[in-house]
């Protein structure tokens, strides 16, 4: 399989490799000084909550809401993506 082959199965499945210096315990690294990951989850886009990407982390509406009342949020629709990474970072982006 080729460099670009192996890039696209990894865009599909939703997988980035991760320098070895950042890995924590999740065994051992596919090619040597990189491991896959999970690219991070939207959690909402265009305003609506995606429901099974909260089910996937193990997350609620209400743990949701206090994340974004947290960062002053106040309207789930006034936000145009939220996703959370494998590390657990929240990240939001407002609509404008």
């Known amino acids: ?9 990894m865009l599909v499945l939703g997988y980035a490799s991760v320098p070895e ?6 065994g051992k690294p596919p090619v040597a000084g ?5 690219l991070p989850l939207p959690l909402i886009l265009h305003g609506e ?5 909260l089910r996937e982390i193990g997350q609620t ?4 809401k ?15 993506m939220a ?10 982006l407002l609509n404008h």
Do not use: C, H, P, S
């Open 66 to 80: 206090n994340q974004l009342q947290v960062r002053g949020i106040k309207d789930i629709r006034t936000v145009y």
């Open 61 to 64: 509406r209400f743990w949701l």
């Open 21 to 26: 210096a950042e890995q924590n315990v999740m």
């Open 49 to 53: 909550v995606r429901e099974a990407e």
């Open 1 to 9: 399989m080729n460099a670009w082959a192996v890039v696209f199965v």
């Open 83 to 92: 996703t959370i990474d494998y590390r657990g970072r929240f990240f939001t």
């Open 34 to 38: 990189f491991r896959l990951v999970r």
